[in-house]
Nanobody
Framework: QVQLVESGGGLVQPGGSLRLTCAAS????????MGWYRQEPGKLRESVAM???????NYADSVKGRFTISRDNAKSTVYLQMNSLRPEDTAVYYC?????????????WGQGTQVTVSS
């Protein structure tokens, strides 16, 4: 069984930084794209950043220049470095990964981690 476990959320003041980590574990053959999404109460989940297995990245316009996504394929882990945080970045952040197992290729999600930006 594959699991994605996130860590690193919390409360930070505007202008501060946080680093989110998401580690995949279980019986998996390969991880393709990995990414981070966020969701505010009453709103749809939105894509924040994604990274391919080869290291190509894509960001939402609202976080470009402030957030950096990276991954360590040897550790099956993806990171999101968040700098210059703003109150509007407050949300639950979810990790996503496209993973191939013996059962096939599908999306997996982490449990979510709360990020709160407030003074």
């Amino acid at each position: 069984q594959v699991q994605l476990v996130e860590s690193g959320g919390g409360l930070v003041q505007p202008g501060g930084s946080l680093r989110l980590t998401c580690a995949a574990s279980g019986s998996l053959f390969r991880i393709n794209d990995m990414g981070w999404y966020r969701q505010e109460p009453g709103k749809l989940r939105e894509s924040v950043a994604m990274i391919t297995s080869g290291g190509s990245t894509n960001y939402a316009d609202s976080v470009k220049g402030r957030f950096t996504i990276s991954r360590d394929n040897a550790k099956s882990t993806v990171y999101l470095q968040m700098n210059s945080l703003r109150p509007e970045d407050t949300a639950v952040y979810y990790c996503n990964a496209q993973i191939i197992t013996r059962l096939g290729n599908r999306d997996y999600w982490g449990q979510g981690t709360q990020v709160t930006v407030s003074s």
